[in-house]
T-cell receptor
Framework: NAGVMQNPRHLVRRRGQEARLRCSPM?????VYWYRQLPEEGLKFMVY????????ESGMPKERFSAEFPKEGPSILRIQQVVRGDSAAYFC????????????FGSGTRLTVV | AQSVTQLDSQVPVFEEAPVELRCNYS??????LFWYVQYPNQGLQLLLK??????LVKGINGFEAEFNKSQTSFHLRKPSVHISDTAEYFC????????????FGAGTTVTVRA
């Protein structure tokens, strides 16, 4: 069974460009979570999605950040007009219907803004 | 929101020696507790979790943790470490009302030396 797949593993963007991070949940999982890890810090919750629904986006910055989990295809975290402070590791996790805790994380996308 | 304190940022330890990583959290009526391990440039792997029941929880790779409600602690232990246990360890907490939203500590880096 494939785990949670994230791509790309590494992403370099210039200031002002857009970053699109993809997350394919484990097979059969319908809940997706995104977290951000800033240097020297623990992970911070960003958003919780189910298919075609945003359940909790309380951890998302108010501007430039958006997330979706369409009926078909991976979940996408989109950062518009990136700034240096967006440089971080972004982790995605998934869980099956009926269980929302102790979920499995992917290997992350490391975003570097230059 | 929960807050999580990992009391040691760095723990050097010799191979085959015991190790304890300390974790305290802010109090709540009910909590779920987790320990994750992150190897260099990889995602987070769940070591163990406490949801309810016995306060002593056994996880993978010989790790165990004890939930102490009165001290709001969830310390992680291993009686004999290996070189391969060198990694960063994160304590995480969620509360019963938003069980999907993990609050992470800042992490403890364990370095095992021969």
């Amino acid at each position: 069974n494939a785990g949670v797949m994230q791509n790309p593993r590494h992403l370099v963007r210039r200031r002002g460009q857009e970053a699109r991070l993809r997350c394919s949940p484990m097979k059969g999982h319908s809940h997706v979570y995104w977290y951000r890890q800033l240097p020297e810090e623990g992970l911070k919750f960003m958003v919780y999605l189910q298919k075609e629904n945003i359940i909790d986006e309380s951890g998302m910055p108010k501007e430039r950040f958006s997330a979706e989990f369409p009926k078909e295809g991976p979940s996408i975290l989109r950062i518009q007009q990136v700034v240096r402070g967006d440089s971080a590791a972004y982790f995605c996790a998934s869980s099956p219907r009926g269980r929302r805790s102790g979920y499995t994380f992917g290997s992350g996308t490391r975003l570097t803004v230059v | 929101a929960q807050s999580v304190t990992q009391l040691d940022s760095q723990v050097p330890v010799f191979e085959e020696a015991p190790v304890e990583l300390r974790c305290n959290y802010s109090s709540s009526v009910s909590v779920y507790l987790f320990w994750y391990v992150q190897y260099p440039n990889q995602g987070l792997q769940l070591l163990l979790k406490y949801l309810s029941g016995s306060t002593l929880v056994k996880g993978i790779n010989g790790f165990e943790a004890e939930f102490n409600k009165s001290q709001t602690s969830f310390h992680l232990r291993k009686p004999s470490v290996h070189i391969s246990d060198t990694a960063e360890y994160f304590c995480a907490v969620s509360d019963g009302s938003n069980d999907y939203k993990l609050s992470f500590g800042a992490g403890t880096t364990v370095t095992v030396r021969a």
